[in-house]
């Protein structure tokens, strides 16, 4: 899929398994200098992905991936969860707009899931683009049981057609996972 926006930024939406290993490497030296961190081994822990890809000039300047997880609130049916990871943009080319429009193409293509989610680096940013902060305390499920993550790590959650009645008061848990655990 590409979709051509009004400032120049291409869109394009790829899974894992079709991304040739050369756009791999260039996604995660995106990501390394936006982060200013070495981002390849939290990478490679996200075995199947899929990502929104934001071209300019043909370079890539922009990313945002989601990964599948599994939330549930309380004891209640766990759901099918777009979890967004690495958001991104090159720093020449911040502040033009160019994650909102990630953001909104990454909204559009994951209707399907139960739920959209994500530890925001802002939670202002993302509520601007309906984003809501979970207020409710936070775990982690394990073989031996629930853990409890401290709330300095933020969690927000975009409801979805799908996403049932929820209140963002309740104790919410994700599946224990390699790498950040939200
Ligand atoms: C955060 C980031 C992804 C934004 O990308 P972008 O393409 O510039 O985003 P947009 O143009 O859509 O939005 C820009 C707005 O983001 C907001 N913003 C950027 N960094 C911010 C921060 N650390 N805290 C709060 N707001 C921030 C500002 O309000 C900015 O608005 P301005 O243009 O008036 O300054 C980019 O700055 C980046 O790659 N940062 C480093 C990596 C990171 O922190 N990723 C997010 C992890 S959830």
């Not at 979805?160 to 599946?175: F, Q």
């Amino acid at each position: 899929m590409a979709v051509e926006m009004e400032d120049q930024l291409q869109l394009k939406v790829v899974n894992s398994e079709s991304l040739p290993d050369a756009d791999r490497s260039t996604i995660i030296s995106l990501c390394n200098r936006a982060y200013e961190e070495d981002l390849e081994p939290l990478f490679n822990t996200f075995r199947t992905a899929t990502h929104a890809l934001g071209y300019y000039a043909q370079s890539l300047v922009s990313h945002a991936m989601w990964v599948n997880r599994w939330l549930q609130i309380g004891t209640n049916p766990v759901m099918h969860t777009a979890y967004i990871e690495m958001v991104a943009t090159e720093k020449t080319y911040r502040s033009r707009g160019f994650v909102t429009a990630i953001m909104k193409c990454v909204a559009d293509e994951i209707q399907d899931f139960d739920l959209g989610a994500l530890s925001p680096f802002s939670v202002a940013y993302y509520e601007r683009l309906g984003w809501e902060l979970w207020r409710g305390p936070l775990f982690i499920r394990t073989d031996s049981g629930l853990i409890r993550t401290p709330r300095d790590g933020d969690v927000m959650i975009l409801r979805l057609p799908r996403t049932p009645n929820l209140d963002v008061n309740a104790p919410l848990s994700a599946e224990w996972r390699e790498g950040e655990l939200w």
